[in-house]
């Protein structure tokens, strides 16, 4: 009697990492970088713990790769608004709402990310691992520097008012992920219930609350 | 010879479990709940485990407690600015001013109220850990309950606009709360730079960023 494969080994390769992937990131969000094992993982995706060694070497590079989607998956939200049409200001909140957005969609990575700024603040690593970690936390860097430029470039034609860019961006970039904590996308009305947030998240971040007179 | 008391062990009752609770709090900070142990605590204070155990039965309760106390000190922080002179508008801004102040002033334990709002929502508990879990949720729903009432009590009489009481106070709050995440106290300045940037933090979350006409 023939094995029955598992759905993850049933897969194309690539389409097995991004599953492996899914999963981690899941169990990741759900327990935690040390409380989560390879095992979970491997049951959570319903496959063998080997299945998973065959990609990853160790749970600390699962994590890594985990971060690293997270961080990829929100630069190609944002990368495509950054083209947007209009000025300084209009390119500003087509980056600011794809990254509402993005937050939405990839919420289980965007959370171990989350996690990742944790680990790379407190965390005992090997050398290795450090130098990855560093990595990842310098395009974390990387991401919110698109939005300083893009928040100078808006100021430089008086489209914008800060004082200080670095705690406005701050603000802006801090209201949108903590979203990480209180968006649920079980409760989810779709895509366009999404971008109804977004759009909504995004001008209160713009306009703030105060009435204009 | 007199066994050497430790500085835990040398303090009236009160002080002892402030200062369990703080070390607590910045184990739970750094490790995470899973990864954290009595054991961790106890040496981090340099107290015996036995010391730790006398006030807390279990990992479960401390951390409990240190969830408590990091709500306790935000509602306290912030209950004397709801009596802040001017009208609505003006509370909201104190409120805000001394949430901000708050997170950075208690930045170990406000991390950790941040990491039970996960294992709330994922966590395996028993049915008591979990009563007491909903209960530390619900004082934080009452806490942002605080911000809506006062951003309600502002729009009534036309000092802010947010067609999305609920979305606008989330942003309000996000932003200041994911300073968990940038925010380091081992390289502040002191009183007066807190208080100044919770005041940059506050106006860019009260006007937005959008210059006015």
Redesign the interface.
Known sequence: MARQKSRGEAMDPQARKVEILNSAARCF???????TSIDDVARALGCTKGFIYHYYASKTDLFFDVHREGMDRLFAAVMPATQAVGGP?AVLIAMLTAHARAMMDHHAFE?VV?QG??IHR?GATTPDQRRTLDELIASRDRFEDLFKDQ?HA?RAV???????IS??V??????????I??YRPEADDGPDARDR?AA??VT?????????N
């Not at 008086?158 to 200080?164: L, P, T």
């Not at 209160?204 to 204009?212: F, L, P, Q």
């Open positions: 969000m759900e327990k935690g970088y040390h409380a200001l959370t989350a700024v944790q407190f928040a808006a008086g489209q914008i008012v800060a004082d200080d705690i406005a701050k603000m802006m970039l801090g209201a949108l992920q903590w979203s904590f209180w947030l909504r998240m209160t971040i713009i306009d703030g609350v105060r009435a204009r």
